[in-house]
């Protein structure tokens, strides 16, 4: 049999067409879902879809949360509000320790990590990171700590301590840590 060429356009208009209608799927089937869901008028049923929940990766536990001791090298983490990049006075009062810290270690390197909760854009969330950091070590700077020892960086969103999708979470991921290099 000798195709033409219109019902090759045909057979590849339907094959285009299926793909484009099925699509990929957006969520993975569960075995609750009805056959309603799964089935078109007049198509069999399905074989069921057993649901298997993956294992947890360990970069997926939720970290502890922060304590309220400074961690081993004597340097607290600085809190920061939803959206805000100002210094709080509880945030002032964590920076006052870490300044007396940092200036009796002498000539001690520290990276200034600016970090936020998920909520935002990637692009929005290194700017708030940044603006963050930077606001810390101006406030470090202004304690006597000499700012050739410190520099600045963004993480935005990609570093979180808590991965919980709550506001208690949250609260945790809006930080600058402070980092000996």
């Known amino acids: 049999m000798i195709w033409s060429h219109s019902a090759w356009t ?51 536990r939720p970290v502890a949360p922060p304590t309220a001791q400074p961690p081993a090298a004597g340097l607290a983490d600085v809190y920061f509000d939803f959206d805000r990049s100002e210094i709080t006075p509880a945030a002032r009062t964590a920076l006052e320790q870490n300044a007396k810290v940092l200036m009796a270690r002498g000539n001690t390197q520290v990276r200034i990590e600016g970090n936020c909760d998920e909520r935002g854009t990637n692009e929005y969330n290194l700017a708030l990171g940044e603006r963050r950091a930077e606001a810390v070590k101006r406030v470090l700077v202004a304690l006597g700590v000499p700012a050739s020892s410190l520099s600045t960086i963004s993480y935005g969103e990609e570093q979180p301590v808590c991965r919980d999708h709550q506001e208690s979470c949250w609260g945790k991921n809006r930080r600058a840590h402070l980092a000996l290099r």
């Open 10 to 60: 045909v057979v590849a208009g339907s094959a285009v067409l299926a793909v484009f209608l099925t699509g990929c799927p957006k969520k993975p089937q569960t075995a609750v879902q009805s056959a309603s869901e799964q089935t078109r008028p007049g198509e069999a049923a399905p074989p069921s879809v057993e649901e298997v929940t993956p294992p947890v990766a360990a970069e997926e």
